[in-house]
């Protein structure tokens, strides 16, 4: 198990690598750089980036101990076909008309290169904050057997929180990994991080990056004795 508040996760104990997977959100550098979309909209990246290498620890633990490792992008069409009204009048809004800003033909929609992405890894493209959301990702957990999550990535209230609120309606097991998650707006952050563990935990559970690779060292150590 993991130890994490308000209760240890999971929550009967049976932490088995393959039907857990690690959650790495929109680390992309539309986010993280200091020309993409997050700049941009006027907000620092420094707190994203500050995450790297934790979530870098995550990824080499969660390999250890033969974790799934799911990795999101958000972005849209080239052509913008996939782009409401509404979204092309915000995009218009935040200056980025005539730019390939938040369009997955553009540099920026690429997970940053500080992130260890290996060929066994599963990439989800998106183009809302939810993975869930008009994407194959419930299709990819479901055939692989997934049925518990750990989150990390950007942004804490957004993408993050949006994808987590969808997973626990889905009944999945939700622990987020409060120093592996990060916002440009630090009392957002905190109060997402808080929401989790409201009512006893209803969206799921929080615990810091140490007391997960912990608990994925002892499962790895578990899995090979066992091989």
Request: one cysteine or more; hydrophobic letters at 40%.
């Amino acid at each position: 198990m993991i130890k994490a508040t308000p209760f240890d996760f999971p929550y009967d104990g049976r932490l088995v690598a393959k039907n857990t997977a690690l959650v790495v959100i929109d680390l992309q550098q539309d986010f993280l750089s200091t020309t993409g979309y997050f700049a941009r909209k006027g907000y620092d990246p420094s707190p994203l980036r500050a995450i790297l290498p934790t979530v870098n620890r995550l990824i080499s633990a969660a390999r250890k101990a033969d974790v799934t490792v799911i990795h999101t992008r958000q972005g849209y069409r080239a052509d913008m076909a996939d782009m409401t009204p509404y979204e092309k009048w915000r995009r218009k809004r935040s200056g980025l008309d005539g730019t390939d800003i938040l369009l997955r033909s553009g540099a920026g929609f690429q997970i940053v290169p500080e992130i260890d992405v290996a060929p066994q890894d599963i990439i989800v493209d998106k183009t809302c904050n939810s993975a869930f959301t008009y994407t194959d990702f419930e299709l990819v957990l479901r055939a692989q057997g997934i049925s518990h999550l750990m989150f990390s990535g950007c942004t804490t209230d957004v993408c993050v929180h949006t994808t987590l609120r969808e997973a626990c309606d889905r009944n999945l097991q939700c622990l987020t990994i409060s120093d592996a998650c990060a916002s440009g707006d630090q009392r957002a952050h905190e109060a997402a991080l808080h929401m989790v563990t409201v009512e006893d935990g209803v969206f799921g559970v929080l615990a810091d990056s140490a007391a997960v690779i912990d608990g994925l060292s002892r499962l790895g150590n578990r899995h090979h004795a066992d091989d």
